[in-house]
């Protein structure tokens, strides 16, 4: 593991963090332009683990909420982040000792170098998704049973607002209606909690994992040969977008995706439906990945991430999915994340079993 | 005045809350009920001023917040409260030492005594409206140039949201969402404040006053001609409800009634705009009646004021006009409150001046 997120590294962290991204979480390219001028006026940001920070040291989760069609347009990264800071030292005497990653896909896995800059914090290497999620209790933390009793959010204008909620449920409810009242657009602590609590909670390395995503396909000769084997991804379909079908409502990117197979794909057709993130891939009526596995849709020649907002009729296109954290996959994983919370009538079936793979 | 509020005065209360409510404010009902159940159960709640009270006194005003159409079926007499004044605690290091009604007009003028009996504190003989009003800004301390800084909301679940908001506007946009998200009703705090900081922000004598206007009819051989005196008002008309037409949108009552003269009225028509109150009253194109000046409709025999919720086709009704506290004709006062504030394109002239009394 590297001890600090340069300047060089955030083109590759945004990469990686596309890829995890699964068609959500927002604009990396926001959140690469926030990192790298936190950088360049604060400094490099120290990436630490958790065995690095003292038992009681505050863990500070941080994630934009919103819509990916808004919050593109925001950056999060000057007062918010102080803001928040403020609001956890008026709540708890202390200030905290780590910015980490809510969501290491999108926006929300390389905007919280710039956070960390701001605040003059180090980074956590973990997060609490492993990928992207559309809803605030889709988080590691909840799965693992820590009660979802703080959320802190501040908006652009300068608003501060603190959630104790009874459940993960409500404050996704309550986030989102106050995320909807500023704009659509908000930087929001879900959680804070002490490193010895984190423990077991969060999804430890992926900071680490989204710079090795990057930088697979740095210099490769096979691009997306080289992205499918860091994933360990299988290729569902390569062809070109037939068919876009996308609105955004309360808060949410919505639609639904068609790619016609080329070349070896020919006669294929696969449609992704999507919730900010892409949650299922259905071929001929057969679901081939369905969340939380991740489905990500890249550009075939460079094998760059395409998120939801930046797809067009008649790119050209490959569809992977690959397994996601094994704490996904247990029972209360899939009862907050599943096909079934996301509204589809389906049992999970990971994807390498679909595949044939296991 | 008195030195506490008695099971006895709850029923003379509630009828001055409801005529001061101005057609809104939530049931007065679902108020008293609360207020007898927690009088019984925690006893008789001592009335003070602004005066019995140290200078550094935290003085808590409490309203509820929501579509009256949903609020009345909410107590917010149980948990609710103590949430709130559990989180003040965790915000200043002390509890309150008075609880304050928000709202004299309509649920909001009763109810506090409620939570004042739950909390076991007294009731500050005051209120931030002297009436009601549909959104959270539209309070005297907002016009007083007391910075909007601090809300906290409790819903019956047991969600607690502390907002922070950069000004007044921002305070009601996010407090409405956070009220709609929580099913449409919540406990708010809205300023957590000092005695100091009230005097001349608050309205004071409310308690009383409303007080005062509940036992003017009680036992009257005339009580429509005792409260039009005690109230000081211009009666606009007396008839019949001939139309109504009311919605729900976005957490307000809205509607418009219209009432045809009988008796001496014979041949009049005058129309109520309301959004939860009554805010304008026209009679053949001209206004005779605005905001904030108060307009309350009430039985035409036994001079009880009627709801909006509980207003009905062929109802015998008179309606009263008079003028609203004097802090809210001043600019700001209208700035925050007038016939612009809600809509109207309309310059404000007082209740009196047109009725050629002034």
Redesign the interface.
Known sequence: MQARITLDDVAALARGCAVLGTGGGGDVRSGAIAARRAIRERGEVPLVTLGDLPDDALVLPLSGIGAPTVSHEMIHAEDEPVRIKE?IE??FGRGPAAVMSSEIGGANGVAPVAWAARLGLPLLDADAMGRAFPEVQMVSLYVAGIPANLVIMSDA??????????DGL?SE??A???C???GSSALMADYVLTAKECAGAVIEGTVTRALAIGRATEGAQDPLGALTAELGAVRLLTGKVTDLERRTTGGFARGTVTVEGTGDDRGRTLTLEIQNENLVAVEDGVVRAMVPDLITVVDTQAATAIQTEGLRYGQRVTVLAWPCDPLWRTPKGLETAGPRAFGYDLDYRPVETIAGRA
Chains 1, 2 share one sequence.
Not at 157 to 166: A, F
């Open positions: 609001e008026r709540i204008v300068g608003n501060v607002v603190t959630i104790r909620p009874v409500w409810a309550i989102r209606a106050v909807v009242a500023s």
